[in-house]
C-alpha cells in the first residue's frame, strides 16, 4: 500500500472521489437543458423531455437530480450566478457608469432572469442558504451598478435598485401563449424604451416611492 494513503498512525485514508468529467458535463447539460425549457413551457415541464433535450437517459437526470425540486433549486442558481457575473462584467467593461448598467439589463435579459419567478412559487426551499447567498451576491451587484450611474449625474434620483429588478424581471418574463423565440425582439425594445426612462434629468414624476430590495423582500 502507497505511502500516499496512510495516515501517520499507519490507517489508510480514505480516498476523496471526484466526479468524472462526462459526468460533469451532464449535469451541465442538464441544467442548461431545463433552464431552456423552463423558459419556453414553465418549470412544470415532464423531467423526461429535459433529459431527452439534454441528451442524457432518465437515469441520468434523477441521479443527479432526484425530484423537480432538486432541479429547479440548481437552475434558479445557475441562473441567479450567471446574472451576477453579468453584472460584474458590465461594471468591468463600461467607463461610463449608465452605459454599465444598460448592458447588464440587456444581458440579463439574455439570461432569461423573468424566467425564474414561475420558478420562485414552486414547492421547493427558497430561502436555502446557498439561494440566498447568491441572492445577495446579485443584490449588491446591482446596487453598486445603480449608485454608481446615480451619484454620476446620470440616473434619475427617485428610483431605487429595486425598480430596476422589478422591471427587469417583469419585461423579460415570457408572456403566455407567445413563442419566446420571437418575443425576445420586443424584450430589448422595450427594455430600452425602459431604460431611457431612467436617465437624469428626469422627464416626470413617478407616482408611489422607490422601490427598495427591503420592499422585494418583504412577505404579505
Do not use: W
Not at 441567479?80 to 439589463?105: I, K, M, Q, Y
Request: net charge neutral.
Amino acid at each position: 500500500m502507497d505511502t500516499a494513503s496512510r495516515t501517520a498512525t499507519g490507517a489508510t485514508q480514505p480516498r476523496t472521489s471526484r466526479p468524472r468529467a462526462d459526468a460533469l458535463r451532464n449535469r451541465e447539460r442538464i441544467v442548461t437543458a431545463a433552464r431552456e425549457m423552463f423558459v419556453e413551457f414553465g418549470p412544470d415541464v415532464p423531467l423526461d423531455e429535459v433529459a431527452r433535450r439534454a441528451g442524457v437517459g432518465n437515469a441520468t437526470l434523477y441521479r443527479n437530480f432526484p425530484d423537480r425540486a432538486a432541479l429547479v433549486h440548481e437552475v434558479v442558481l445557475a441562473v441567479t450566478s450567471r446574472t451576477t457575473g453579468r453584472a460584474e462584467e458590465a461594471a468591468d467593461a463600461e467607463a461610463d457608469p449608465f452605459a454599465a448598467l444598460s448592458r447588464f439589463v440587456h444581458a440579463a435579459a439574455d439570461e432569461r432572469i423573468g424566467a425564474l419567478c414561475p420558478m420562485l412559487s414552486g414547492g421547493f426551499d427558497k430561502d436555502h442558504p446557498e439561494l440566498l447567498a447568491e441572492r445577495r451576491r446579485l443584490e449588491e451587484a446591482v446596487e453598486g451598478l445603480v449608485s454608481r450611474a446615480m451619484s454620476a449625474g446620470r440616473l434619475r434620483t427617485d428610483i431605487a435598485v429595486g425598480d430596476v429588478l422589478v422591471a427587469l424581471s417583469q419585461l423579460t418574463r415570457p408572456l403566455p401563449g407567445t413563442g419566446c423565440l420571437d418575443i425576445d425582439r420586443f424584450t430589448h425594445r422595450h427594455l430600452q424604451l425602459f431604460l431611457d426612462g431612467l436617465q437624469a434629468p428626469a422627464r416626470s414624476e413617478l407616482p408611489g416611492t422607490a422601490a427598495t430590495l427591503e420592499d422585494l423582500r418583504r412577505r404579505p
